[in-house]
């Protein structure tokens, strides 16, 4: 069975849709950010102070290889997996991406008050957000099988996957 890998921009949803797509697809949930943490044994946000983005990334590629290997899951992928198209290759081995789409007011409002993101820990964070989300959505589109508005709520987002992936 095919894993369906979530990915897009931070706060966009793809944790709390993955938990609830599973079920709904008979699919194990794995919260990649969660598997490195226990991968390397530490914080996301303590590898990235200690050690930097680039140790992070490289932890990320490693789960990106280990998961993409693996069946049955539903992935929800760091909103950084597509920056190395060696992650997007790995995750599409036995997977299908699809990219939850939001707009930049979602992603502010869902984490106005989210204190663990390394690259949001600016003052200006809605620059920051806007900046990232331009850069990296050409990424996310390239590397989708599928594509899902995911403004909405996660029970929503969930049914609008398993409709488009007529699972």
Known sequence: MKNIVLCGFMGCGKSTVGRRLAPMTNRQFVDMD???EEQVGKRISTLFRDEGEEAFRKAETAACNALGGESGLIIAT???AVLREENVAALKQNGLL???????ETVLSRLSRDQSRPL???DDKETAVRELM???TPLYAAAADFTVDADGDAFSVARAIQK???L
């Not at 699809?98 to 930049?104: G, K, S, Y």
């Open 34 to 36: 969660r598997y490195i």
């Open 78 to 80: 760091g909103g950084g």
């Open 98 to 104: 699809v990219w939850l789409r939001v707009i930049p």
């Open 120 to 122: 949001l820990m600016r």
């Open 134 to 136: 331009a850069a990296r």
């Open 164 to 166: 488009a992936l007529k």
